[in-house]
């Protein structure tokens, strides 16, 4: 037998993913790497990012390492932190929760020290709580965003700069600890989280000088696809890429935030012998960042350069329509601190998706048109229409009579104001 399709169902369904997506906007925030080197290019970049940040509402910002160049800081209360950080990004739209993590300049000094560094008296912008460490974000829509932020450093130690590490000697069991963690943590946040982000150091996938990283590719990236990581931040390599790879993942590179070289054709010298090459979608070496403006069911990467120009738009629609919309938990479940979005843009997603629901209603109505099931649905929206009218109407002659429960409360409050 073949099955029927229930062209009513359908029909209302769109007409509430399109009443959805209208009513809600994008939760966004900013990302940059490879950023603390006090430079003029610093700088630009730094008022760029307040005036977009400013005019997208971003929430939060995620820093991808080299947080502090030559050498990082020597502890809590070293001058860098004021000189690198809180004397740069000072434009209101930045005094927002910073999320970083380490990069291979950052091991050159005292590593612990930027840890402890989110607890110190006065410190509101750096949250840093451990070497990797995951966190939630409720979308504009109710949808979760989680982020696994790691220590790339860790699990590939092969760098001039972070053979301290080889100094402890169970430093290959630290290492397995922390694939073991990623492996949990991405099994837990993948049952509930609209989008799966994981952000780290060292690229994996790289036109760049450092190409693509084999011990990243052999150890990371197979968990990345085990549970349909949806997108890789990186920096590292000085320059933004944006990689769109067979696996479906995005692999996203921005580590050119403070005018680091080399530049020119020397900064994409691999291009064509990474495995990413034919898969790039993006690539410049000027200095910018990145923001990024999330919904449910899209995902938009701008990069922009120093001088406010935009380069590049990426967008990824959410692969997995029926994944949870919420966490499944209480909202007092999710980290009190994170934070909530709360912004009124119009989302990318409203922009794409308003109009191609809207478009297939119509081309369903053509051709359905004479279906009882469609003729039901139309009767449907007619009588949800004529009840919400209806409702209004009762409301207001309720109101005009002062029946409303909320206009005795006014009067109550108002007279307690008085006393």
């Not at 062209?7 to 925030?29: D, E, I, K, P, S």
């Not at 009767?379 to 409303?404: A, E, F, M, P, Y």
Request: charged share 15%; aromatic share 10%.
């Amino acid at each position: 037998m073949t099955p029927t399709i229930d062209c009513g169902l359908q029909l209302r369904v769109l007409v509430l993913t399109a009443c959805v997506a209208a009513v809600h906007g994008t939760f966004n925030f900013l990302i940059h790497g490879d950023w603390g080197w006090v430079s003029s290019n610093q700088t630009l970049v730094a008022q760029q990012m307040g005036v977009f940040g400013s005019q997208i509402d971003a929430k939060f910002v995620v820093a991808l390492g080299d947080n502090f160049y030559e050498s990082g800081v020597h502890n809590t209360t070293d001058a860098t932190w004021s000189k690198a950080f809180h004397d740069v990004y000072t434009a209101a739209s930045l005094q927002v929760p910073w999320y970083p993590i380490l990069g291979n300049h950052d091991y050159r000094d005292n590593v612990q020290a930027q840890i402890d560094r989110t607890y110190e008296k006065g410190e509101t912008l750096w949250n840093f709580p451990a070497l990797y460490y995951v966190k939630q974000y409720r979308l504009s829509d109710g949808g979760i965003m989680s982020i696994l932020y790691i220590d790339t450093q860790l699990l590939d130690p092969n760098h001039d700069d972070t053979q301290v590490i080889f100094e402890n000697p169970d430093w290959e069991q630290a290492r397995q600890d922390e694939l073991d963690w990623i492996d949990r943590t991405l099994a837990e946040e993948s049952k509930v989280a609209r989008w799966l982000i994981v952000a780290g150091h060292y690229p994996i996938y790289s036109v760049g000088v450092n190409c693509d990283n084999k011990i990243l590719a052999a150890n990371l990236m197979p968990l990345l696809q085990k549970y349909n990581v949806h997108m890789y931040l990186a920096g590292h390599d000085h320059n933004h890429q944006y990689i769109s790879m067979k696996d479906g993942i995005r692999y996203v590179v921005s580590g050119q935030s403070a005018g680091r070289g080399p530049f020119g054709p020397e900064g994409y010298k691999f291009m064509g012998i990474s495995n990413s090459s034919d898969y790039i979608q993006n690539y410049f070496s000027e200095c910018g960042f990145a923001y990024a403006e999330v919904d449910s069911y899209n995902f938009k990467t701008t990069f922009v350069n120093s001088h406010g120009e935009v380069k590049f738009t990426g967008l990824m629609a959410n692969p997995f329509p029926n994944a949870l919309s919420s966490s499944g938990k209480d909202e007092n479940q999710l980290d009190s601190t994170l934070p909530t979005s709360g912004s009124s843009q119009i989302s990318v997603g409203t922009a794409i998706i308003l109009p191609t629901v809207l478009g297939t209603i119509i081309l369903f109505l053509i051709v359905h048109r004479n279906s009882g099931p469609v003729q039901s649905a139309i009767q449907w929206i007619r009588g949800t229409r004529d009840s919400n009218v209806k409702l209004s109407i009762d409301d207001s002659v309720r109101s005009s009579h002062g029946l409303t429960n909320d206009l005795d409360t006014s009067i109550q409050d108002r007279t307690r104001s008085r006393v």
